[in-house]
């Protein structure tokens, strides 16, 4: 070793192969770099490449498709789920709950099944939601008639079956405007009152259930109406010869 | 403390890869083949600096300016040997090749003398030994 050198010779290259590594592995980074990246690949590899990449990708749109369409399938279910519901409450298959007032009639009344409609009418006119009398449902089905017992007295039928006393109205709709509708003066209890003696209770409630109707949703007879197509495109009788067209073969 | 220093220059490579692999700093693309030359140049200088060890003749100075130097100088000649068309990255390489085998071969050979030389010695101490025994 040379004297005039004042490091020992271990320090020198020390920092050289420091700063050498360093390269080295810098340089070993960036080939790897170089050699994944898609320049430098073979052209089948790039093929092969492609071809993976191609399959993947149909594999994800018909994923995508599938899940596009399970997604209209789950708003097509919740708007027919919501729609069955309003149909439901409409034909009055469902029990429902709310305010509104009880119509008790008791049984020493001669009441008669048109006072009976009159009354149900009115609670309608009143804006009445839902409407049963002795717990039977009304419905656009209900038949509200007149029929004569074993001792041939008059009685109110309600869907064919006899409507048993004290007849209790119940309705559901806001419960002042619905006892309004009923006894104003000149109104329909008030006739009852002063024509036939017939002394109806009304008293208001928060709560009221009233129960489903018993509905035949199934049809025998009638069915949906479809308005006839008019077929344009019929073949043309034998015989009839159409301009434009060539005569079947 | 020599014993340490020995293992200077070895623990020093192993740090130097070892920050390098860390960082996983890599070089723009456009800039690879400089630094690849300039890896060259290093390794070059490096194998000089340990054959002048071997032949005591080392000057730290002398190897750290060649080391940088060697190596910019590689990069910067490749670069423009690039800018005016001129591959001279291939000069470069086949310089430095040359003389990267060259030193090779030198510190190569001086082991293998070294060894001879060293069994040799052994066995004239051994028959020295043996004849010190007879006597």
């Known amino acids: ?249 | 403390m020599k014993l340490k220093l020995i293992w200077m220059p070895l623990v020093c490579l192993i740090l130097g890869a070892l920050i390098g692999s860390i960082l996983t700093f890599s070089v723009p693309v456009l800039y690879a083949k400089y630094l690849s030359i300039a890896v060259l140049a290093a390794l070059d200088s490096l194998l000089g600096g340990i054959r002048a060890i071997l032949e005591h003749s080392f000057d730290g100075t002398i190897m750290l300016s060649g080391f940088f130097t060697n190596a910019l100088l590689a990069a910067a000649l490749a670069f423009l040997g690039d800018q005016i068309g001129v591959d001279l990255y291939l000069a470069a390489v086949f310089a430095f090749g040359l003389r990267l085998f060259n030193n090779l071969g030198y510190i190569r050979r001086y082991i293998v003398n070294n060894i001879r030389k060293n069994r040799i010695a052994k066995k004239q101490l051994k028959k020295q030994g043996l004849n010190d025994e007879i006597q």
Not at chain 1, 229 to 249: C, E, K, L
């Open chain 1, 1 to 249: 070793m040379k004297s005039n050198s004042k490091l020992p010779w271990q320090v020198p290259l020390a920092i050289a192969l420091l700063i050498f590594g360093f390269l080295v592995t810098i340089q070993y980074n960036t080939q790897v770099q170089l050699n994944n990246s898609l320049e430098n690949q073979k052209t089948e590899d790039l093929v092969a490449i492609v071809k993976s990449l191609n399959e993947n990708r149909n594999k994800l749109e018909n994923e995508l498709a599938e899940l596009t369409s399970t997604y209209q399938s789950l708003d097509l279910k919740d708007s027919l789920e919501k729609q069955i519901e309003q149909l439901s409450n409409f034909i009055g298959t469902v029990p429902v709950i709310g305010p509104g007032i009880t119509i008790t009639i008791t049984a020493d009344s001669p009441l008669m099944n048109v006072d009976l409609v009159d009354i149900i009418n009115e609670l309608r006119v009143t804006g009445a939601e839902a409407i049963a009398v002795n717990d039977v449902r009304i419905t656009s089905y209900t038949s509200i008639g007149e029929g004569v017992d074993a001792n041939n007295n008059a009685i109110i039928t309600i869907n064919g079956s006899r409507l048993l006393t004290p007849v209790v109205i119940k309705a559901i709709g806001k419960p002042a405007t619905l006892q309004e509708g009923l006894t104003f003066p000149g109104g329909i209890i008030d006739n009852l009152n002063t024509l036939y003696n017939i002394y109806p209770t009304i008293k208001q409630s928060e709560k009221l259930t009233i129960p489903a109707a018993n509905v035949n949703t199934d049809p025998i007879y009638k069915k949906k109406y479809e308005a006839p197509v008019i077929d344009n495109t019929a073949t043309p009788s034998p015989g009839t010869n159409v301009i434009g067209q060539h005569p079947a073969i």
